[in-house]
């Protein structure tokens, strides 16, 4: 076990703790991004899938691993983009994971934020959440309140990525 002063944040190795700080800052920024817009409790699985898409999007388009933050309103209308509905985040996000997966394979180096990353998109890919049904016939009988309209299970991803969006424009 590691004492402490003797962590690391640069994983130069020597068996020394890594600490995965760009997936702690792009987690950081989603969070801020999501609680500013005041859309969900924090609390709820509907935010925590918004947030980790969101922090997926912004962990996985900083390519230069360089986000600071001064940088971040320069990326909004990047991520704006890539959570827009006609993109296909859901394959950007595979493809630059792959991506990711391979470079710290080839430099046999660990990749506690890969890691981290990995585990949000397994948890917005397998879970599912009760949502309201969008493609639903209008009109199919009356609806007393928003909670007693059709509801279908749907993939975490599929909430929490418009959310996020939702969050970016309201910032």
Do not use: C
């Not at 991520?79 to 991506?99: G, I, K």
């Not at 879970?127 to 279908?152: F, Q, R």
């Amino acid at each position: 076990m590691l004492h402490r002063g003797q962590e690391s944040t640069d994983g130069t190795g020597g068996g020394e703790l890594t600490v995965p700080m760009a997936w702690l800052y792009a987690e950081y920024i989603a969070d801020e991004l999501l609680r500013s817009g005041d859309l969900m409790p924090p609390t709820s699985f509907e935010f925590r899938a918004g947030r980790d898409a969101l922090a997926l999007t912004v962990f996985l388009s900083d390519t230069d691993g360089e986000l600071s933050g001064i940088q971040v309103v320069s990326q909004l209308e990047t991520w704006l983009s890539l959570t827009a509905y006609d993109q296909p985040w859901q394959d950007w996000v595979s493809e630059r994971m792959a991506a990711l997966t391979a470079e710290a394979v080839a430099a046999n180096t660990p990749a506690p934020d890969l890691e981290l990353a990995q585990a949000a998109w397994r948890w917005l890919e397998e879970t599912e959440l009760l949502a309201p049904d969008l493609n639903a016939v209008p009109g199919g009988g009356p609806v007393v309140g928003e909670d007693e309209g059709p509801k279908v299970w749907t993939p975490a991803w599929q909430l929490g990525l418009p959310l996020g969006h939702l969050a970016i424009h309201l910032f």
